[in-house]
C-alpha cells in the first residue's frame, strides 16, 4: 500500500512536467501562448500625406466636410455612417458607455435582438457567431487566433462596436475588420498603388473635387445620395460584405458589385447580366460553389462561367487578391491613352495637374503585363489566340472610342478660340469652387499654368473635357456649362463608357445600343450646334 | 477500501459541499426587502432615470422616449400607473419590491434589459421617480400581495389538468395557440389598454416575462398583467388549478428552441 501511494505521490509531482513533454512532443501550441509578429495596427490611410490625413481621418464630427475642401462645407448628417472615421458621433439619446465600462456583452444581444431583431438574426447565422462551425472555418480561425494572440470562440458585438478607449460606441471601418483579417485588408489597401479610380480612394474621388464641394456649399448635399452611396465604401467592407454576416459567399457572387457598378457611367451590371457569361451564371446559378475560395474554384465544375470577382479578383500565376483594381489597364475607360495622335488639346492632358493620373500608354511594360495576367483567366476555358484577339479588339474600340472623343472636343475648343461658345465664360457662372482651388490648392497639386488660369480668372474661363470637364453632371449653375459642353461630356463620360463596359463584358447590344450608336449621334449634335452657332455668330457679325 | 478512508472522503466531500454552499449564499444578490428604497424622488434617482429610463420611457415617464418611436413592444407609459409584473391583486398598483424586481430582472422578449448593470441603490432611486409620474400612487397604496398556495410538485397528472384548463375552461388557445406559440386565431386583435397591439406570450420560447420560476408564472395567472387583455383567474381558478396550469404552460417550453 505504501508503495503504491509513494508511486502516486511521485506521479504526482511529475505529472506537471510529464504532460508537458508530452504536449511539446505533440507540437501542440495553445493559440494564447502562441507568439505573434508584431505589425502596426491596420491603417486605411497608410502612408499617406499628414494634410491628407487630416482632412480624411482625423475625426471632426459633424463640424466640417472632408477632402481638401472640407471647410467650405459641412457634411450631411448621413455621412457620419459612410464615413466613420472623419464623422462618425456616438448617439446623444442613449448613453452606451455604462455597458462598455462594465463589459456588459450579453446585455448587447438581449436588447438588440428586440430592438433591431434583424441584425441579431444575421449575426447569429455568420462565421463571427461560430467561428469555428465548420473545419474550414475551423482552420481559418486558427489562422487569426494565432495572429491576434487569443481564443475566439465567438465574435461579439463587443468586438467590432466597443471602442474601450473613448468608451464610446464606434461604427466599425476596415480597420475594425483589419485587426483580425489582416491579411484581406493589406490587400485590399494595395489598390492605391495602382492608383484611383479604386475603392478605397473612392470617397476622395468624391470629395477632392470641386463641385461636390460647391454642390454642398449651395445646400444640394441631399441631391448627392446618388454620388455618396457608392463613393462610401473606401472605409467599409460591409459595401461587399453586407453586415451582419460579413459574409465571404455573399461578396464572391455577382450580386455583390451590382448596387454601384451599373447606370449610365459603368453599365457592368446590365453588360455582364446580359452577357453569356452572365446568362449562364442566371441560367445555372445553383451550380455555382460560392463557398469556395475563388483559389480553389476549378473553372467548369464550381463555375460555368467567371463572376465579377472571378476576373477581377486574379491577380497573377494562379494567385487571386482581395481587392478587383490590380490588372486595370483601361482604367474604367475615363483617362485618354497616350498611344493615339490628338488634334485637340488632349494632346496636353493631364495639363500638368498633379491630382488626376497620366495618359495610359496601353504597351507600357507594365500593361503588356497585366493583359497577359488577362489572358491566364480567359485560359480557363477559351483559347489563348481568341481571348487575346477578343481583347485586341477591345483596345481597338477604344482607341476609336477616344479618337471621336478628340474629334468632338476639338469641335468644342475651336468654338471656344474663336469667341463663339454662348453664353461665353465670361457672362455665367464661373468654375465650380474657384475661389476654393485658389485658396486651398498650390501650383503644386495643379501645375503652374492651371493653378494661374484660377488665380487670375477666377473661374471664368470654359473648362472641357476628361476629367475636370464632367462637372456639368453634377452641379447646375447659371448657363454653364453651355448645351454643347453638356453634349459632349454626355458622349465621352456617358457613351464611351458604356461602349466600352458593353465591348469588355462582351455584351453586343450594350457595345452598339449604348455606347457606338450614341457616340455617334451625340457627334452629329456637336457638329450641328457648332454649326448652329457659328452661322448665329455670323449672323450677329453682319 | 477501509472505513476510514471512506470516512475522510466523504468527509472532504462534505466539507466541500458545505463551503459551496457559503460560497453560493455569499454570492447571492442582496434581495429587494434588503435594500432601502427611498420614499422621495431623489436628485440621484432623477438623473438615473433621465440617463439610463427617459431615452425610452420619455422624460415625464409616458413611454414617448426619442427610442421608442421604433419600438415594439412600445416602453410602458408610467402615467397610468399599470404595471404588469406585480405580487399584487389584480388592478391594484404594485409595490416598491415588484418594481424593483421589473427593473433589476429586465423583461425578457423585450429591449428592456435586466439594469443590474446599475447598482442596487441606483435601482432603487428611480422608484419614486416613476411612481412620481402618476397621480395613483398619490392617492392610493398598494394591496396587500396575494397569498401564494403550497405550490404543488409536477406530475403527469397535474400537467394534464392544466391542459384541460387551457383547453376547456378558460379557452387560453384562443390567443395562446393551440401549441402554445401566441398564435391563437385572436392572437392579432389583441390590443393593450394604451391601444398599441400586443403579442400573445409564446410559451416555447421559456423566457416568461414576469420571471422563469413556477411561482413567477403562477404569480402572472393569479395576478393578471395589468394594462393588457391577460386577466387575472385568481377567482375563475382555485389555488391548486392555477398550479396546474402552470404546471401545463411550463411543458410547452421548447428547450431547443431555447438555446437560440
Redesign the interface.
Known sequence: MKKILLGMAALAVMLPATMEWALRQSNVVWATEQTTEELPPPDLYKDTPDWYRAVYKDNVGLSEGAGPFSKYFKPQMLDMYWQPNRHYEPME???HS??IE?E?RD?CV???E??TPGIVADW?SSGHKNPKSTPYLSSRTALIEKNVGRVLNEVHCFDCHADTEKKQIRMPTGEVCGGCHRQQFDEFLREREMGRPNHLQSWEANTIVPWYAEAARRGYLYGQHGCDMCHSGAEKCDVCHTRHKFSAVEGRQPEACITCHMGPDHPDAESYGESKHGVIYEKEEEHFDFTKPLVEVRPGKDYRTPTCQFCHMYEKHGRFIHNPVMKGIWRMGTIPPSNLEYTSSLKDYPYGINLIPDKIDIYSEENVAKRSYWLEVCANCHSDRFADTYLKSLDQFMFQAHTLADQAQKIVEDLIADGILYPDAANRDPYPLSDGIVNELNADFLGEPVYNAFKTLKGKFPVVGPILGVYGMFLQQQDNPSHIENEYNRLWFWYKLQGYKGTAHAQQDVSWWWGQAPMMMSMTRIQSEAARLRREAGLEKK | MKPKGLFYKFGFLSAAVFSCAVMSVNMRPTTASAIEIPTEVTEEGKNVYK??CS??HGEEGGGD???SR??IPKPRDFTRGAYKFRSTPSGSLPTDEDIFRTISY?V????M??WD??TEEQRASVIPVLKSFSEAFEYREPDAPVEVGLPLRPTERTILEGKKIYEEKLECWKCHGVEGRGDGPSAAEQEDDFGFPIKPFDFTTGKFKGGNSPTDVYLRFTTGLNGTPMPSFAKELSDEERWYLTHYVMSLVQPEECE?
Open positions: 439619446n442613449l448613453d455604462i455597458f462594465q456588459r446585455l438581449i436588447c438588440h428586440e430592438a447569429r | 440617463k439610463y431615452p425610452c422616449g426619442p427610442l421604433s419600438m429586465g425578457p422578449n423585450s429591449t434589459i435586466p448593470i446599475l437560440e
